[in-house]
């Protein structure tokens, strides 16, 4: 009888500690499960502060880049239209310096411009001259000697505004915008460019020997005009 309750006190004993080791079992795995949970939690958060930082900061770089733009724009200076210089000797590859707006009311004060030809293409005239380094007064000038205030039937009909050539005959383009743009691009890559086709210093003097050699008014001419166009600007408030 010894012998068969020991038997049962043993079994008992060992089935009370392998539920007990059960139970302690699942509290690691629960653990274990919570720790897990914790590090995708704090991964997931990492993440996301990671993710918006790198997004701050492009924000903020974009923001400066564009800052940096407008501070820029905001830094370049023009002159006033009464500033406005100009001489027979002047680099014709150098600017006036009037901003845009500037330039059109210097246009719309030009008298001569019965014609209207300047006042309706003032925009496309500027914007060559910044692509093609052109001195505006210059280029406006050359367009006068070469076609007239009025702007002649044939260079109108043509759009050929400063007499470009071909066998003897004005080259024709198919609209005022090409004329003027084929006109702006031939002075800077031929004449006021050096190691160009036709350069020969960037005066009026030095355009002249290769534009027009023939002629002993023809720098004159380009130069009175350029004039009318100052004294328009040095009239504009």
Excluded at 158 to 179: A, F
Excluded at 198 to 219: E, L
Aim: charge should be positive; hydrophobic fraction near 30%.
């Amino acid at each position: 009888m010894a012998i068969l309750g020991l038997t049962v006190f043993t079994n008992t004993s060992y089935a009370t500690n392998s539920i007990t080791g059960t139970k302690d079992r699942i509290k690691e795995i629960k653990i274990v499960e919570e720790i897990n949970i914790d590090k995708l939690i704090r991964n997931k958060e990492t993440k996301i502060v990671n993710n918006y930082t790198r997004n701050t900061k492009t924000t903020s770089r974009s923001s400066v880049d564009r800052t940096n733009k407008q501070e820029i724009k905001q830094e370049q200076k023009y002159i006033k239209p009464k500033d406005v210089k100009i001489s027979k000797n002047m680099d014709l590859s150098k600017r006036t310096g009037l901003s845009k707006e500037d330039f059109k009311k210097v246009i719309k004060n030009l008298k001569q411009d019965r014609a209207k030809f300047f006042y309706e293409n003032a925009d496309t005239i500027y914007d060559l001259c910044e692509k093609y380094e052109i001195n505006e007064m210059f280029f406006c000038g050359l367009i006068v000697a070469e076609s007239g205030w009025n702007i002649a039937g044939n260079h109108r009909s043509t759009h050929n505004y400063i007499s470009l050539m071909y066998k003897g005959k004005l080259i024709r383009y198919s609209s005022t915008k090409e004329g003027l743009e084929v006109a702006a691009k031939k002075l800077h890559q031929n004449y006021l460019t050096p190691g160009g086709k036709f350069y020969n210093g960037r005066t009026i003097a030095g355009v002249q020997k290769r534009f027009c050699p023939a002629s002993t008014t023809w720098d004159d001419l380009v130069y009175g005009s350029m004039k009318y166009v100052a004294a328009a600007a040095h009239k504009t408030k």
